[in-house]
Antibody
């Protein structure tokens, strides 16, 4: 059974760094040649659309949403089955529910097939 | 970035209705288009990836389209289908989502 769970602070002050952890089970973050998958982070501000943030694949390929102005770092600890997302210099516009999800690749089609429950993060002083 | 739009933004429908939602990309994306269902306070769920029904998703859901114009169809709306539906392109990063289409009960 594939599960993902986000953890991290509920409240962060402006200019601080937000660090979120996604703990996965039911699949491996290690590279498997014939089945590339990974973890992606997506956020949703209250009442707004979903926004893709970043992903890291089992082959260590990383990709970031450059609209977040180079504030992002994504990494994984395969032994702990965890993916960590850091977002520096947060401001109130970063207030959102942050989801991690498994990313699958079939051919060249990417999709997000299992999602965590989400973690609401508020940026406020 | 590729911009995604959806229409309508919301609609009211009854159980048993056939419902179609449209998604449009700002540039051609071949068939790299996914659909998700989201209920209030819950995470999105994958319905369809690149016109393929995800495992466990009822066959009343179907999708079509290629290039820039896509549709999601629910052939006979069920009580569990009242939710918000999001399209998402996976043609190029940054992957982008549409604003969502909310289906509520008429």
């Amino acid at each position: 059974q594939v599960t993902l769970k986000e953890s991290g602070p509920v409240l962060v002050k402006p200019t601080e760094t937000l660090t979120l952890t996604c703990t996965v089970s039911g699949f491996s973050l290690s590279a498997v040649r014939w089945d590339v998958m990974g973890v992606t982070w997506i956020r949703q501000p209250p009442g707004k659309a979903l926004e893709w943030i970043a992903h890291i694949l089992s082959n260590d390929e990383k990709s970031y949403n450059m609209s977040l102005n180079n504030r992002l770092t994504i990494s994984k600890d395969t032994s702990k089955s965890q993916v960590v997302l850091s977002l520096t210099n947060v401001d109130p516009e970063d207030t959102a529910t942050y989801y991690c999800a498994r990313i699958r690749i079939v051919g060249t089609a990417y999709y997000f097939d299992y999602w965590g429950q989400g973690a609401l993060v508020t940026v406020s002083s | 970035d590729i911009q995604m739009t959806q229409s309508p933004s919301s609609l009211s429908a009854s159980v048993g209705d056939r419902v179609t939602i449209t998604c449009r990309a700002s540039q051609r994306i071949s068939t790299f288009l996914n659909w998700y269902q989201q209920k209030p306070g819950k995470a999105p769920k994958l319905l369809i990836f690149a016109s393929n029904l995800h495992s466990g998703v009822p066959s009343r859901f179907s999708a079509s389209g290629s290039g820039a114009d896509f549709t999601l169809t629910i052939s006979s709306l069920q009580p569990d289908d009242f939710a918000t539906y999001h399209c998402q392109q996976s043609y190029r990063t940054p992957f982008t989502f549409g604003p969502g289409t909310k289906i509520d009960i008429k």
